[in-house]
């Protein structure tokens, strides 16, 4: 049957218009091969646009469409979808990008016009050969998986617990909370942190649907959307779980009692080998670090294990295995969270050398009453109360030498604490805040920086060359733009704002989840304003910080977004994913094996026939489409269906050719 | 090697890594020359040597095929295979006589608008210094 | 010239740029010639007897039934008796990998007239040749003007000189195929015009090796090899076999004589390019198995065991190759 192919030209507003002359492309493509009619308009995505297209698939009995506009990763779904309204298959659509590369890149009109035309040539000879296809349809696995327990995991958990859907939550360490348990207060309410995520932990542990997987990682998935098999670790406590009722004896009884730097106090206080992360965890269990217990290290602890005597209800068993389990979900999403910068490699920050050069995590850890002081406020070197603490905001981050980006929280962590401070000390302590621009924007957050100004808290704009260590006194030399003088402040504690990067394993893990990272290496997600929850592997998503550095509020609101992005396909029972799958030839097919190792899924298998030759079977819910295999054919027998070998010709040709 | 030369250069880009860095390019509104054509697969393993040759014989001047990079390809490995097909076929070309520079395989991820434009630029001041290619006057 | 018998269908063959074996191909169909003898007429057959030019120059159009036409086209005289049996027949067949893809006179297209000459006539061991004397289209000797066809620089195959209406591959084309073709032009059977008179799949088909997986981690040379197992796939051991990417129909004889193919029974259909193809297919599967951690250097070394590409992948089929000759830039 002969190719009737509509054309439709989008203004987009001033985006092409204004660099295109679209009139001319249109008259252009009046005259390409197969075209029956060429139309413009200015937002062919817009309802009336729609109702344009669908018109004239009508009226001129078109059988292939070609849109000359912004990106197919923009609008390719949505012209599917009008195309397909308007009684044509949705798979006779070809889009010529001719705003993000074409539009948006060239300043000349001429030069701007010209090359959207020979992309519209391209486009129009790969529409010439398009086919009606089918796009199939896969079961969706009920049942999500949600990696990371931080309060992002919680809340996507939370979410879609509530729909009624199985969660798997899968945490590193051996308790859910994340970095919102090791904080003492959150801004701007001032809420006590714990007090607000501990009833949402406890949600998580006796709600029916969702299953806690602790001290567990992901080692593996397979799969695609609606369909993921996750590979999970559990890592061995080398603790009866059902047995341990949580009473700490064994971690007073230890050997190394008090002598582990503890993580969640950011090493400034310390635990046993036997441990519990902090009061409120959940599950509120104990964990043999084997990295520190000496049973472990040393293959003996003393005449005998000490923890061991002391538990009354004997769950210790150092004989305990990693295990391995296999889960099938429809959906995964990720929450991994962030990490801080470490300063110690900036060297005039003193960080690395000075106990009383410290993060702001760190402070918050000697702010809560659960950290390492009890709450009171004491120089690491010698526990004594600072007379004066000094914020520096901005360290690492807005930086071209090591983070370019805002961290997004350092001005309101430094503005709480600096207020938890006052309250704690009142006059006693100066407080110094030397900050680039205090970013107060979320509800309240200005109104909470104002009373901050309010109280006797000295605000010094700029960065600091160094922090010099006296060994009596730290001092910092400061460049106050506000009121153009040098000062020269002398303090006895320096709190640092470190820029908040991704997890040190970020890479690893992104490849892990077959998802990509942005340039700054955080995860990469679908679009920045529309799908920020979304990312291009279809069924998995993202919450939180692990997506870019956020507050509590914003990670809360994030989470609770991919939940709901992540429901909507847990609630079909089939999703319809792309038709791009490849497909034999059998009457070309020699059996020649070659596609059989190239394919990533495994999704190719050699079939003995009758009459004792082989022919290659293509598995269509395990072909993801990547062609792979159509360039491995050595007869031609393999053919992606979308992107076959002719198409794929006729828009070289139509490139290559002169104009 | 006339002023008025102008590469015709064929690209075939990758949907997940180095399409998407190109349309970044455009997002962020980067500048860079209007030589290039894009053809978009889903991924640059699916990119034949026949394609690459057919290009050259059709009238191309350049060939570029970006995908993602080693260790980030959506598909697991589709690039490696790419990587591999185009150091043999720079091989043939050699035998040929014609300049395996012609044909240009880059990783350029879907964040790295700026890279694409460098690219690019880069690859068509190089064609524009060997010249364009004589292919399609040959006698068939 | 013998009298015309009007049931009997009408037979030429002509050699072009070629080196006989197709002309021996044909007698090889054994006692099967003497039924073409009984129920053929030959009109011109070169090799066999004696025909000129200029008999069939004074045919009709059309008056050869089919002509069977083998051996690629590199001079003057191949064409244009090309074009000439083109007008005489009505149906033309490419008989032979020469005619069909350039076969291995197609090779010389790394190369042109002038260097041919110089090596041919001038350069080499063994000739002498002080005042460079080369073959002239046109030499006025007393007696009058010589000539000699005109040497192009491009081996073409036929179908690039004349339309061509069948095409029965291999070098030379199997005797079974042969057979087939001749049968199917006495029973007034042949297949749409255009058609390649073959199987469609490719040798893999009819070879009895066993082919699994193809994970290539090495590649060797025939005689590099201490024992080649007769039963597996000779790209699984590393030998590389163009079976997969070349039409079938031969039965894969080569394969029984632990020999790799090397392509002559031409492209596969919809096969683009057949040396092209075979390249994407090996180059996907040799070094497969280590590909994320095998270091730049690893696969450029692995990949350098490929010696001589155009010879390998394109022994057959150079002509008729996308990129067809070598050029300078």
């Known amino acids: ?5 509509g054309v439709f030209i989008c203004h987009c507003g001033e985006n092409i218009a204004s660099k295109v002359d679209v009139e001319q492309l249109r008259k252009y493509a009046e005259n390409l091969d197969n075209v029956v009619v060429s139309k413009t308009h200015k937002y062919i995505c817009s309802e009336g646009g729609a109702n344009e297209i669908k018109e004239t698939i009508k009226k001129y009995k078109l059988n292939g469409l070609v849109t000359a506009s912004c990106s197919p990763r923009m609008h390719e779904h949505t012209f599917r979808k009008i195309v397909k309204d308007g009684g044509l298959n949705p798979f006779n659509l070809e889009i010529a990008n001719i705003r993000e590369q074409c539009s ?14 020979k992309i519209l040539r391209g486009a129009v000879a790969k529409a010439g050969l398009l086919e009606s296809l089918v796009a199939p349809k896969v079961k969706v696995k009920p049942g999500a998986m949600v990696i990371g327990g931080g309060i992002a995991g919680i809340q996507s958990a939370l979410d879609l617990a509530e729909k009624g859907h199985k969660v798997y939550l899968v945490e590193k360490s051996p308790t859910i909370g994340g970095r919102m348990a090791q904080l003492d207060k959150t801004f701007p309410t001032l809420d006590c942190s714990g007090c607000i995520l501990t ?8 709600n029916p649907n969702i299953t806690l997987l602790t001290y567990s990682e992901v080692t593996n998935i397979e799969g695609s959307i609606g369909n993921y098999n996750v590979n999970v670790k559990k890592k061995a406590r080398y603790v009866d779980l059902k047995a341990c009722k949580g009473c700490g004896d064994c971690a007073v009884a230890c050997r190394l009692h008090d002598r582990i730097d503890c993580e969640f106090d950011m090493g400034l206080g310390k635990r046993s080998a036997i441990y519990v992360p902090f009061a409120q965890a959940i599950p509120p269990k104990y964990t043999i670090d084997k990295d520190t217990c000496l049973m472990f290290t040393k293959g003996k602890c003393g005449t005998g294990p000490l ?29 991994t969270g962030y990490d801080v910068l470490d300063p110690s490699a900036m060297n005039e920050y003193s960080y690395a050398n000075c106990k009383d050069v410290i993060t702001t995590l760190e402070m918050e850890r000697l702010i809560s009453s659960a950290g390492p002081t009890d709450g009171k406020i004491l120089k690491p070197s010698n526990g004594e109360e600072p007379k004066s603490v000094t914020f520096l905001l901005c360290v690492g981050s807005r930086d071209e030498t090591e983070c370019s980006w805002c961290c997004r929280i350092g001005c309101m962590s430094a503005l709480k604490q600096a207020y938890l401070l006052k309250e704690k000390l009142g006059d006693k302590v100066e407080i110094n805040i030397c900050y680039t621009d205090i970013r107060s924007f979320g509800k309240g957050y200005e109104e909470f920086y104002r009373k901050i100004r309010g ?9 600091p060359s160094e922090v010099k260590d006296n060994k009596e006194n730290l001092k910092i030399d400061i460049f106050d733009t506000t009121t153009n003088k040098l000062f020269e402040i002398t303090t006895d504690l320096v709190v640092l704002t470190p820029a908040i990067v991704p997890r040190d394993d970020a890479d690893v893990f992104s490849r892990l989840v077959r998802i990509s990272q942005s340039a700054d290496g955080f995860l990469l997600e679908a679009h920045p304003k529309l799908r920020p929850m979304d990312t291009f592997t279809s069924g998995i998503f993202i919450a939180g910080s692990c997506q870019g550095p956020k507050d509590v509020q914003d990670s809360v609101a994030h989470a609770s977004g991919a939940a709901s992005r992540a429901a909507n396909i847990l609630s079909k029972e089939e999703y319809e994913t792309e038709p791009f799958i490849s497909i034999v030839n059998e009457d070309l097919c020699s059996g020649c094996a070659t596609c059989i190792s190239v394919c990533p899924y495994d999704a190719i298998t050699l079939e003995k026939q009758k009459d004792d030759t082989s022919i290659a079977k293509v598995d269509e819910t395990l072909c993801m489409g990547c062609g792979a295999c159509v360039v491995a054919c050595p007869s031609g027998a393999m053919q992606q269906q979308g992107f076959k070998d002719k198409q794929i010709l006729a828009m070289i040709d139509a490139y290559a050719k002169e104009d | 090697m006339t002023d008025s030369y102008e590469p015709n250069i064929i690209a075939f880009l990758c949907n997940w890594c180095s399409y998407a860095g190109s349309d970044l390019a455009g997002t962020s509104r980067i500048k860079y020359p209007p030589n290039v054509r894009s053809i978009r697969v889903m991924c640059s393993g699916r990119v034949d040597t026949s394609f690459i040759l057919r290009a050259l014989k059709k009238g191309a001047d350049g060939v570029l095929i970006a995908g993602c990079h080693p260790g980030d390809c959506h598909y697991q490995s589709g690039n490696y295979k790419t990587n591999r097909r185009i150091i043999l076929l720079k091989k043939l070309l050699d035998q040929l006589g014609i300049d395996e520079k012609r044909v240009r395989f880059d990783y350029i991820s879907a964040s790295e608008g700026q890279k694409f434009a460098d690219v690019v630029t880069e690859f068509v001041n190089e064609l524009k210094e060997i010249g364009p290619c004589t292919l399609k006057e040959v006698e068939q | 010239m013998s009298k015309e018998k009007k049931d009997k269908p009408k037979f030429a063959f002509y050699w072009a740029a070629s080196c006989g074996g197709c002309e021996i191909a044909v007698l090889d169909i054994d006692e099967k010639i003497l039924d073409v003898a009984n129920n053929a007429e030959i009109l011109f057959w070169p090799v066999a007897m004696d025909f000129k030019y200029k008999d069939v120059e004074a045919m009709k159009d059309n008056y050869i039934d089919v002509c069977f036409f083998n051996g690629a086209i590199r001079t003057s005289e191949q064409e244009y008796l090309a074009k000439l049996l083109r007008k005489k027949s009505k149906a033309l067949v490419a008989f032979g990998s020469c005619a069909i893809n350039g076969g291995i006179p197609g090779l010389a297209n790394v190369s042109n007239k002038k260097e041919i000459f110089e090596t041919a006539y001038i350069d080499n061991p063994s000739t002498e040749n002080p005042d460079k004397i080369v073959p002239k289209t046109n030499s006025k000797v007393k007696e009058g003007s010589l000539t000699l066809p005109e040497f192009y620089d491009t081996v073409k195959s036929l179908d690039q000189t004349v339309k061509v209406d069948y095409y029965l591959p291999g ?3 199997p005797t079974k195929l042969i057979i087939n073709a001749i049968t199917a032009i006495f029973e007034n059977k042949l297949p749409e015009n255009g058609s390649v008179l073959a199987p469609l799949k490719s040798v893999c088909d009819e070879c009895a090796r066993e082919k699994t997986e193809k994970k290539i981690t090495d590649i060797k040379r025939v005689y590099e090899m201490e024992n080649i197992d007769p039963k597996i796939c000779l790209l699984e051991q590393g030998i590389i076999c163009l079976g997969p990417a070349t039409r079938g129909g031969c039965g894969a004889l080569c394969l029984d004589a632990n020999m790799p193919c090397t392509g002559c029974g031409g492209p596969t259909p919809n096969s683009l390019d057949q040396g092209a193809k075979m390249i994407s297919a090996l180059a996907s599967v040799i070094g497969i198995e280590h590909e994320e951690e095998m270091s730049e250097q690893e696969i450029n070394d692995l990949i350098d065991k490929i010696i001589d590409p155009i010879g390998t992948f394109y022994k057959y089929g150079l002509p008729t190759a996308i990129i067809n000759r070598r050029v300078k830039k």
Do not use: L, Y
Request: proline share 6%.
């Open chain 1, 199 to 206: 009833p949402k932990m406890k949600e998580v542990s006796s």
């Open chain 1, 104 to 117: 948006w890149i060239h300043d000349d009109r001429k030069i701007a016009t010209t090359k959207a035309k």
């Open chain 3, 171 to 173: 070098c030379p084309p």
């Open chain 1, 455 to 463: 109280m006797n808290i000295n605000f010094f704009r700029g960065r």
């Open chain 1, 307 to 335: 923890c061991v005597e002391a538990c009354p209800e004997n769950c210790i068993d150092f004989k305990q295995k990693d295990t391995e389990v296999n889960i099938e979900v429809g959906v995964i999403i990720v929450a």
């Open chain 1, 1 to 5: 049957m002969a190719k009737r192919i």
